[in-house]
């Protein structure tokens, strides 16, 4: 029998402490690259669990800011685990201006507040509440704190790939939307980077099929745009464009930053071969064109499974008086990797706000122990009804 009093008793002892946590990790500059704000952030989340029994396993890089994997004991013993996952760095380069904390009332803001420290605070006090009830050594989680999630995970997807194929199932700790739902779906999404490739030359003597690489690339722009598809979920946004060296030099390079999101994996294929089509079609024959994916997560679908796992969050949520629905969301996370892996996963879990990636970014303060404690029944339920997943 789940304790659940014992539970909001022990978030509510540690609300204080909670808020104390956070203020100290959101007023550590920790942009994606910048390895070693990121690292602080490491070492600051590896001393909050300096006095449990747990596995703490930092994992050093190189160019980016170091990963930390954080296991219960019983994690070290069983075949099976629970992954969770939470990102320490942020958007915000190194010199933001945004880089304070505050409070008032009913808020608390700052750079990372929602996106994602308030989610880390919310794993990390689940994962003392454990230890306090003694369950830390029969629910076997894994909580692997990844530092390059904001820029495509590139020197940890593969670990948490890893991680998810000795999982039972998963939870990722993205802000909650501001009606509180979770998510159960989240589109795929691919980075691609177009490279023309032209002939320079004076302006002033250009010939009536000038090779110029921008003329090619607008034309390839506009056809570009014409594989959106809204009905069918697919969104391709051509949202940089370079090129040329000076109006009166017919641009020898052109190139273009282009993001594309689709719903159902059967549809890359589908995106990719109209891009192809495009690229191999020059409008100006001499013209040359190539692309190159620079980044990719694959979609999360809404499966039977992620449903199962959020009707367990749902239920324990009624217990507790708050009513929680699920979205499909068309931001990617990490979520989107560990469903690669076919593995169960629900996302959305941490606190409540809006507002991220701006200096606007704020979290609803009642949001964080609320979501903690919402979290730690979760992972307790989920285990026990795992046979049920």
Not at 102 to 128: C, H, N, Q, S, T
Not at 145 to 163: A, Y
Not at 205 to 229: M, Q, R, V, Y
Request: contains cysteine.
């Amino acid at each position: 029998m789940v304790d659940y009093q014992a539970v909001m008793d022990f978030v509510s002892q540690q609300e204080d402490r909670m808020f104390s946590v956070l203020r100290d990790m959101v007023l550590i500059q920790s942009g994606s690259y910048n390895k070693e704000g990121v690292d602080r952030v490491v070492r600051l989340i590896s001393g909050f669990f300096s006095d449990t029994p747990f596995h703490i396993k930092e994992i050093p890089q190189d160019k980016f800011g170091n990963h930390l994997l954080v296991c219960t004991e019983a994690a070290r013993v069983s075949h099976k685990s629970i992954l969770v996952t939470g990102h320490t760095d942020t958007v915000f380069p190194e010199d933001t201006t945004f880089n304070w904390y505050r409070e008032d009332e009913e808020r608390a803001y700052g750079p990372g507040v929602i996106d994602m420290k308030g989610g880390l605070v919310v794993g990390m006090f689940a994962m003392k509440a454990l230890q306090h009830l003694g369950l830390s050594e029969e629910i076997p989680v894994r909580f692997l704190f990844n530092s390059d999630e904001e820029i495509g995970s590139p020197s940890s997807r593969q670990i948490i790939r890893e991680l998810a194929k000795e999982s039972e199932f998963g939870f990722v700790l993205e802000c909650g939307s501001l009606d509180g739902r979770i998510v159960t779906g989240r589109k795929g999404k691919i980075g691609i980077r177009l490279l023309v490739e032209g002939g320079a030359g004076h302006a002033a003597f250009a010939s009536e099929e000038k090779p110029s690489a921008i003329l090619e690339l607008a034309h390839k722009i506009i056809k570009i745009e014409a594989l959106n598809d809204v009905t069918a979920g697919i969104s391709v946004n051509v949202g940089t464009i370079n090129g040329g060296t000076g109006p009166n030099v017919v641009a020898k390079n052109a190139e273009a930053g282009i993001d594309v999101r689709y719903t159902e994996p059967s549809q890359r294929e589908i995106i990719l071969s109209g891009l192809e089509r495009i690229v191999g079609e020059s409008i100006i024959p001499v013209v040359k064109s190539k692309y190159r994916i620079v980044s990719e997560r694959p979609p999360m679908p809404q499966t039977e499974r992620n449903r199962r796992l959020f009707e367990v969050i749902r239920d324990t949520g009624k217990k507790i008086g708050l009513d929680v629905n699920d979205e499909f969301r068309n931001g990617v996370s990490d979520a989107n990797l560990i469903a690669a892996e076919g593995v169960p996963v629900v996302d959305g879990l941490g606190p409540i706000g809006d507002l991220d990636h701006s200096e606007r970014e704020y979290m609803i303060k009642k949001s964080l122990p609320e979501r903690t404690t919402l979290f730690t029944l979760s992972l307790i339920e989920s285990w026990k009804r795992k046979g049920e997943l």
